[in-house]
T-cell receptor, first 110, second 112 residues
Framework: DAKTTQPTSMDCAEGRAANLPCNHSTISGNEYVYWYRQIHSQGPQYIIHGLKNNETNEMASLIITEDRKSSTLILPHATLRDTAVYYCIVRVGGTDKLIFGTGTRLQVFP | EAGVVQSPRYKIIEKKQPVAFWCNPISGHNTLYWYRQNLGQGPELLIRYENEEAVDDSQLPKDRFSAERLKGVDSTLKIQPAELGDSAVYLC??????????FGPGTRLTVL
């Protein structure tokens, strides 16, 4: 299973873009990159996923490098409610199994 | 649309006692998951159901843990007897297919 590496914690000022990096250098060609977040005392929440191309939805953008060895989740205008632990996950090819790491704790400050 | 419902939200028991957690997935979601999340860690999969069939229970400690999803809808996870190390948040998730998983709020178990 491909492993991911994320910084333990990050800070971001409210209203600014939050850029959360993730390394997944052993990713296989058929494995997707998923991002979930977990706000305190809640279950994880799906944010976005992608394979090769950059993706955007109402919550965030996902930028995947051409060699697919790393990606960046972008929250374009962070708010205090975006304070959470963000998990970058490589989904095991051919299954729906999600293997969570310890994630990045994002703190958005006023 | 109602999300994944779990109960209870909190449970405190003494070691060696039994405990059960209940999950009602989103209507129409055939796949149901149980995860355990230890403090400061990400969730770890315990068991996955496709309808009423457990298709992946390789991480479920079968000596004390059991789960069922009799009618392919709601599910129960049981621990008997509980140990101190079982203190954690137990999360239930469901998905319509093998894509986005929707998580419930979890049950926080404290074993004294």
């Amino acid at each position: 299973d491909a492993k991911t590496t994320q910084p333990t914690s990050m800070d971001c000022a409210e209203g600014r873009a939050a850029n959360l990096p993730c390394n997944h250098s052993t990713i296989s060609g058929n494995e997707y990159v998923y991002w979930y977040r977990q706000i305190h005392s809640q279950g994880p929440q799906y944010i976005i996923h992608g394979l090769k191309n950059n993706e955007t939805n109402e919550m965030a953008s996902l930028i995947i490098t051409e060699d697919r060895k790393s990606s960046t989740l972008i929250l374009p205008h962070a708010t205090l409610r975006d304070t959470a632990v963000y998990y970058c996950i490589v989904r095991v090819g051919g299954t729906d199994k999600l293997i969570f790491g310890t994630g990045t704790r994002l703190q958005v400050f006023p | 649309e109602a999300g994944v419902v779990q109960s209870p939200r909190y449970k405190i028991i003494e070691k060696k006692q039994p405990v059960a957690f209940w999950c009602n997935p989103i209507s129409g979601h055939n796949t149901l998951y149980w995860y355990r999340q230890n403090l400061g860690q990400g969730p770890e999969l315990l068991i996955r159901y496709e309808n009423e069939e457990a298709v992946d229970d390789s991480q479920l400690p079968k000596d004390r843990f059991s789960a069922e999803r009799l009618k392919g809808v709601d599910s129960t996870l049981k621990i008997q007897p509980a140990e101190l190390g079982d203190s954690a948040v137990y999360l239930c998730a469901s998905s319509p297919r093998s894509n986005e998983q929707f998580f419930g709020p979890g049950t926080r178990l404290t074993v004294l």
